[in-house]
Nanobody, 121 residues
Framework: QVQVVESGGGLVQPGGSLRLSCAAS????????MGWYRQAPGKQRQLVAT???????NYADSVKGRFTISRDNAMNTVYLQMNTLKPEDTAVYYC???????????????WGQGTQVTVSS
């Protein structure tokens, strides 16, 4: 089993910045695609950004140019740098690991519990 824990959420003013972190654990050998999703009250969870093992990225149109996704050298953490935040960015942000190779098997679609991001003045 893969454990996924997000952190870094909080309250920021419009135009501000925030950096989210996602730490994965569980004897992980490698991870394919990692991503960030968000869910606002009354709305469905939607894709924010993804990053592959080789560093290829994909962003939702609503965040491109403002958000940057990255991952560390160990390939077991993923970050989301959020700049020029807008009130419509307010949501619970979830980290997703689509495929993780561990010492005890391969795991698909592991999710964290989420971290709240609120953009308000």
């Amino acid at each position: 089993q893969v454990q996924v824990v997000e952190s870094g959420g909080g309250l920021v003013q419009p135009g501000g910045s925030l950096r989210l972190s996602c730490a994965a654990s569980g004897s992980i050998l490698s991870i394919n695609t990692m991503g960030w999703y968000r869910q606002a009250p009354g709305k469905q969870r939607q894709l924010v950004a993804t990053i592959t093992r080789d560093g290829s990225t994909n962003y939702a149109d609503s965040v491109k140019g403002r958000f940057t996704i990255s991952r560390d050298n160990a390939m077991n953490t993923v970050y989301l740098q959020m700049n020029t935040l807008k009130p419509e960015d307010t949501a619970v942000y979830y980290c997703n690991i689509d495929r993780a190779y561990t010492g005890r098997g391969v795991y698909f679609n592991s999710w964290g519990q989420g971290t709240q991001v609120t953009v308000s003045s």
